[in-house]
């Protein structure tokens, strides 16, 4: 559940750019909640922060360094705040097979998708048990049921979130924290170009009762976290199919997935 909103209280937002993370932003404000906004791209966070008004505060961040983690707790108790719900939501993803991918990139994933949020977690999680009341939505992705061809590194560090997240939800049980994992579908977004597949190539392969808006997206975050809920999948059809995922033999599905996948058909 959330804690209940307070004068010095703040939700962290990393990755609050764009997508997702902005449309968790806005969501949070909606519901009256002051927020952090983290990113690397200051000027899309002032941006932003302009359109939510007073309750919005902007700290440029590259999550991808530890040094930029490390002085996240100080930055916002200097602004006078405590984080009273972090929201672990900055990731990327690399696309194509291993064989051809570059190091550097997939160790960059790794530090995004998979280090930031246990640095984090590690960092703020303390002062909420310490106060009795907080919460963490920890952003993961469908592909974190199921090895997922064509994005290896993205699909195991997504896993690696839902199953951190889980732990750690079932180890501050009664602490009056709690812990979510949000588990998206394909959005629109800025996400998928990045990583080098295109909108078009993404709806060709995926059938559009996946496709969920970012704004619905961060609404049933809000509301899964609200709720006390261990692990959010919005959209019935994505439902079923990580059902599905989880049910499904492998020797069946994984060949299934590598001939659809965008990066992997171009071979």
Same mark, same amino acid.
């Not at 309750?55 to 100080?74: I, N, Q, T, W, Y």
């Not at 106060?131 to 963490?136: H, N």
């Not at 839902?162 to 709690?178: I, P, R």
């Given at each position: 559940?959330?804690?209940?909103?307070?004068?010095?209280?703040t939700?962290l937002?990393?990755?609050?750019?764009s997508?997702?993370?902005?449309?968790?932003?806005?969501e949070?404000c909606?519901?009256?909640r002051?927020?952090?906004l983290?990113?690397?791209?200051a000027?899309k966070l002032?941006?932003?922060?302009?359109?939510?008004?007073?309750?919005a505060?902007?700290?440029?961040?590259?999550?991808?360094?530890a040094?930029?983690?490390?002085?996240?707790?100080g930055?916002? $108790?200097?602004?006078?705040?405590?984080?009273?719900?972090?929201?672990?939501?900055?990731?990327l993803?690399?696309s194509?097979?291993?064989?051809t991918?570059?190091?550097?990139?997939?160790?960059?994933?790794?530090?995004?998708?998979?280090a930031?949020?246990?640095?984090?977690?590690?960092?703020?999680?303390?002062?909420?048990v310490?106060r009795?009341?907080g919460?963490?939505?920890n952003?993961?992705?469908?592909g974190?049921?199921?090895?997922?061809?064509?994005?290896?590194?993205?699909?195991?560090?997504?896993?690696?979130v839902?199953?951190?997240?889980?732990?750690?939800g079932?180890?501050?049980?009664?602490?009056?924290?709690v812990?979510t994992t949000?588990?998206p579908?394909?959005?629109?977004?800025?996400?998928?170009?990045?990583?080098?597949?295109?909108?078009?190539?993404?709806?060709?392969?995926?059938?559009?009762?996946?496709?969920?808006s970012a704004?619905?997206?961060a $609404?049933?975050?809000?509301?899964?976290?609200?709720a006390?809920?261990?692990?959010?999948?919005?959209?019935?059809?994505?439902?079923?199919?990580?059902?599905?995922?989880?049910?499904l033999?492998?020797?069946?599905?994984l060949?299934?997935?590598?001939?659809?996948?965008?990066?992997?058909?171009?071979r």
């Amino acid at each position: 559940m959330l804690p209940a909103a307070s004068d010095r209280g703040t939700v962290l937002v990393t990755g609050a750019s764009s997508g997702i993370g902005a449309e968790l932003a806005r969501e949070f404000c909606r519901r009256g909640r002051h927020v952090v906004l983290v990113a690397r791209r200051a000027d899309k966070l002032q941006a932003l922060a302009a359109s939510l008004g007073s309750g919005a505060e902007v700290l440029a961040a590259d999550l991808s360094k530890a040094d930029d983690r490390a002085a996240l707790p100080g930055r916002v $108790a200097e602004l006078g705040l405590v984080v009273d719900v972090l929201v672990n939501n900055a990731g990327l993803s690399t696309s194509g097979p291993v064989a051809t991918s570059d190091p550097v990139a997939e160790l960059n994933l790794v530090e995004v998708d998979v280090a930031a949020v246990v640095d984090l977690c590690s960092r703020f999680v303390p002062a909420m048990v310490s106060r009795g009341r907080g919460a963490v939505l920890n952003v993961a992705s469908v592909g974190a049921f199921g090895p997922l061809p064509g994005q290896a590194a993205y699909g195991a560090a997504k896993a690696f979130v839902l199953s951190y997240t889980q732990a750690l939800g079932q180890e501050l049980a009664d602490t009056g924290v709690v812990a979510t994992t949000l588990c998206p579908g394909p959005v629109k977004t800025e996400f998928g170009a990045a990583a080098g597949i295109s909108d078009a190539d993404a709806e060709a392969a995926l059938p559009k009762a996946m496709w969920v808006s970012a704004a619905d997206v961060a $609404a049933a975050a809000v509301d899964g976290l609200a709720a006390g809920k261990t692990v959010v999948v919005p959209g019935a059809f994505n439902r079923v199919g990580a059902a599905a995922y989880k049910i499904l033999p492998r020797r069946l599905l994984l060949p299934v997935l590598a001939r659809t996948h965008p990066s992997l058909k171009k071979r």
